[in-house]
């Protein structure tokens, strides 16, 4: 059980609305600016605004970016209301502090994880904005001795038409800062939007095209030394004994200590603390090892299945209607472990100072991370200053609710008493091994219709490893035994079917860490539901779209994006298909994180069963579109993320070593696999929802079911079994 | 020590031979454009210029480009090919989380070197060496399609 527990996690509560303005502290004192030459001064508006005397307008990030175009978002929605000039916006990592920068939908906790950064911060961020502008005008209208109503903000410039006064942002922030803060501010109508729902180019561009973006990999401090470390070959084994004299030898390698993780080398350099680790000869205590391959598991989740599970959904009467079917349609379907593979490796840099400790990392988890490294070194959380770097990717794996890798750092720091920083390097082979993968599952499906061929009953039952169980979000999303991540996307099938019941098993003894994985619980239970109900759908002889429109009578944001996906791809129109080839088209509906997503793939298959995806054309619901070019970009993004899954995505364990270890074993797709990608975006007014992870759950099943157009034949297993489609 | 001229500087390293060129770059010299993905040429990240062509800098040891003309993504704009490849990919909004594409606007760079009209088979050619995690490849292969009309 874990000692950090986040409480009031809701997913849903920003439904509610928020209360109140709150924008943190407000410090009128100026803070020194960047470095540089010339000393610039920054005004602090409030926690999320600064502005320079050189016109620069700060934006705060409380969010991690990762790639999914977080601090271009969040500084659009803030620049917007503030009537900023976008070419001067620019945006800061903020620090690890809770009181100010909690992500709004978990309650009292930091941090950026299911696609809520911009939903979480809608209201926030505009109000930031907006109080910023009645500042500034505040500011204007003190030193003009006008009145604030007939003074105009308009890109970076307040002007007074009555007397032909202006000043920039600059020349006011220092006032505006010293103004109070206003407890109520009127947002714009959306009509009057100039940035939101707009093309604005992304903030990180620049950096990430030149080499100078700053990622963890690239943190260098004096003195620092770089572990690299060996870790055990089953998850749960412990260090016996090592002989590190061999390490030792190698030129630049400076010590070598044992922490609970495994053994370190510390070296001054990357190479040569790989070098050191590779010497080390290491024996393992295996006692208390999980020793299973995925095979046995996945007999283990088949037997578990035959039974019934703890029930996640119920409604009508399963049993009966099963009873009194005209005719039943069943499957199963597994899902193996999958591996977040960041390009960039975990690694982590801390430095224990004399009462404090700093660390720099992709911090995706400030709240819980910051807790547990000041419980290590028997610090309180606010001496532990995280700085947040852009991540190399994460997809999850940085927001790891057990924060291993963070911790690992800090106990080698701990290990070695403190006398140099560190960073922890975990080569690519730790990285693919290092476990918290996206559970394996395996589902059983079974529908019932009745004699007019209607589709009356429903049973999925799940089985899979917990998540949550054991995290700091245990209390907030495990009911009742149910682990709302394990059925999500199941137990809330938007499908109108009178009798449903969806049950699940979590299995507790088997020892490897799991993780929320882009998409979650979606990442499987879009595929076990939209496949099989394209399996149902050719057994009621009905077309797959129309099948979903009669049932989704009750879902207008489902209907929404299925018509809208259906309409761009010439749903219904043929294929055309070379001579030895079969083509097919295939669509899936999926919401998740409060975003809604349809897709319609098409698929090429080859005589020996190969494939290409060709096109997938794909429409988005996730209401106000804040930078459509960045939801477009997005979804092409989790497009390819999930055909890799689809293709090749597997982590499989034999006597409880994981069998892969780099990008050969475990392949994510490459350009000659990408199709093209068509994203069309609902126009909405509603409040924005989350697009990190929307686009990926309904991919696999458009484009395993566009195979079964194809072919004839349904996949239920991911990665695909191409052999099953051999002309 | 090695010598080695890197961005038209030379430079001496005291490094053991053995040391892959990656980790010379970044660890001795700081220049951190130039990613560690894999360490085995499977990813590309490490991608850098060896008197033109792309080379895997995680599996060249330094000892191996003494005397040989480097390129790093620090660099990349001293050539106008390197500087209408970064135009396209800021204009197209290419990068996600980044960590690649320092990699892959080196293999973009080599490859509109040699070949200024790319076709889309060229491109999966010459690109497919490079991953891409959050899987940018559309742009990836718009921003190529972009450069090369500006160079025409």
């Given amino acids: 059980m874990s000692d950090i527990i986040i409480e009031n996690l809701s997913r849903r509560r920003f439904l509610q609305g928020s209360a109140g303005l709150t924008l943190g502290f407000c410090l009128p004192a100026v803070a020194a600016g960047k470095l540089g030459t010339v000393a610039t001064v920054d005004a602090e508006i409030n926690a999320f605004l600064k502005i320079g005397a050189d016109n ?74 907006a109080a910023g502008r009645a500042m500034l005008v505040s500011a204007a209208a003190r030193r003009w001795n006008v009145g604030a109503a007939e003074i105009v903000v308009r890109d970076g410039v307040v002007s007074h038409a009555g007397s032909g006064r202006k000043a920039s942002f600059g020349e006011l922030a220092l006032d505006a800062a010293k103004e109070t803060v206003p407890t109520e501010v009127k947002l714009k109508d959306p009509k009057d939007f100039r940035l939101i729902g707009k093309q604005a180019r992304r903030k990180d561009s620049a950096a990430k095209t030149n080499g100078t973006a700053q990622f963890t990999q690239d943190v260098f401090l004096p003195g620092m030394l770089v572990a690299v470390v060996a870790h055990p070959p089953q998850f749960g084994a412990t260090v016996k004994s090592f002989d590190a004299s061999k390490a030792k030898a190698i030129k630049g390698v400076v010590d070598v200590v044992q922490i609970p993780q495994g053994v370190a080398v510390l070296a001054t350099d990357t190479w040569s603390a790989k070098k050191g680790r590779d010497a080390l000869s290491v024996a393992w205590d295996d006692s208390k090892a999980f020793k299973l391959g995925s095979d046995e598991i996945l007999a283990k989740y088949k037997e578990m299945a035959k039974k019934p599970g703890l029930v996640a959904a119920n409604k009508g009467d399963t049993a009966k209607t099963f009873a009194g079917a005209a005719k039943v349609v069943s499957a199963s379907f597994d899902f193996p472990y999958l591996a977040h593979a960041a390009m960039e490796p975990m690694n982590c840099v801390v430095w224990r100072k004399a009462d404090s400790c700093e660390v720099w ?25 995280l700085n947040m770097l852009y991540a190399g990717g994460s997809f999850g794996r940085r927001a790891c609710t057990q924060s291993d890798y963070v911790l690992e750092a800090a106990h080698i720091v ?36 009745d004699g007019s061929g209607k589709l009356v009953g429903w049973h999925h039952r799940l089985v899979g490893q917990s998540i949550i169980t054991g995290s700091p979000f245990e209390a907030m999303l495990v009911k009742d035994g149910i682990d709302h991540v394990s059925v999500e996307g199941a137990a809330n099938l938007p499908y109108a079917i009178p009798n ?24 499987h239970t879009a595929y076990s539901t939209e496949v099989f109900l394209d399996q149902v759908a050719a057994a009621m002889g009905k077309d797959p779209v129309a099948l979903r429109l009669e049932l989704l009578a009750e879902h207008p944001k489902h209907v929404g994006v299925l ?48 494939l290409k995806v060709d096109r997938v054309i794909c429409a988005v619901d996730c209401g106000t579109a804040i930078n459509p070019d960045n939801i477009r970009s997005q979804v092409e993004g989790a497009v390819g993320f999930a055909l890799s899954a689809a293709l090749h995505g597997e982590i499989t364990l034999k006597e409880g070593r994981v069998e892969q270890g780099n990008f050969d074993g475990y392949a994510p797709i490459r350009i000659n696999e ?34 079964a157009a194809a072919t004839g034949k349904f996949l239920h297993k991911m990665p695909f079994n191409t052999a099953e489609l051999v002309a | 020590m090695i010598k080695l001229t890197i961005n038209g500087k030379a430079h001496q390293l005291d490094v053991a031979p053995d040391t892959p060129l990656l980790w010379a770059l970044r660890d001795t010299l700081q220049m951190t454009g130039t990613k560690y993905g894999c360490g085995q040429a499977l990813c ?20 191996a480009v003494v005397g040989r003309k480097i390129t ?67 742009r990836i292969r718009a921003a190529i399609h972009e450069a090369a009309q500006a160079l025409a």
């Fill in chain 1, 56 to 129: 620069s307008v700060t934006v705060m990030s409380k969010h991690l970016e990762m790639g999914q175009g977080t601090y271009t978002g969040l500084a659009t929605i803030l620049a917007d209301e503030l009537d900023a000039d976008w070419k001067h916006v620019r945006v800061e990592g903020a620090p690890a502090d809770a009181k100010r920068y909690n992500n709004t939908f978990w309650g009292p906790a930091q941090g950026t994880g299911g696609s809520t950064a911009m939903a979480n911060s809608w209201d926030q961020m505009r109000k930031a904005g």
């Fill in chain 1, 361 to 385: 990392n992709g911090e995706q988890f400030q709240t819980v991370d910051q807790g547990r490294v000041a419980a290590l070194f028997g610090l309180k959380p606010e001496q532990v200053k």
């Fill in chain 1, 414 to 449: 701990k290990a070695i008493n403190g006398r140099a920083p560190v960073k922890l390097v975990w080569m690519r082979e730790d990285d693919m091994r290092g476990g918290y993968y996206r559970p394996m599952f395996h589902h059983a499906l079974e529908a019932a219709l």
């Fill in chain 1, 500 to 523: 449903l019941l969806v049950d699940l098993h979590t299995p507790t003894d088997i020892g490897v860490p799991v993780l929320w994985w882009r998409s979650v619980g979606s990442s």
């Fill in chain 1, 563 to 610: 018509k809208l996906a259906a309409e761009k791809a010439a749903w219904g129109t043929p294929l055309k298909a070379a001579a030895g080839e079969r083509r097919g088209r295939g669509v899936a509906v999926h919401e998740s994180f409060n975003s809604f997503v349809a897709q319609v793939a098409e698929v090429t298959v080859r005589k020996d069963g190969s």
């Fill in chain 1, 674 to 707: 990408m199709p093209v990608v068509e994203v069309h975006i609902v126009p909405s007014t509603a409040a924005p929802t989350g697009i990190g992870e929307p686009g990926v759950p309904p991919l696999a099943p458009a484009v395993a079911n566009a195979i």
């Fill in chain 2, 44 to 63: 590309g990240a490490c991608t850098v210029h060896v008197d033109g062509e792309p080379v895997r800098a995680c599996s060249t040891p330094a000892s």
């Fill in chain 2, 72 to 138: 790093t993504i620090e660099a990349v704009d001293s050539q106008r090919v390197g500087q209408v490849v970064q135009e396209a990919w800021r204009k197209l909004d290419v990068v996600q989380c980044g960590y690649c594409q320092s990699g892959q606007i080196m293999s973009a760079v080599a490859l509109l070197s040699q070949n200024r009209q790319p076709t889309d088979a060229d491109i999966d050619t010459a690109m497919s060496g490079n991953l891409c995690r959050c899987a940018t490849y559309v």
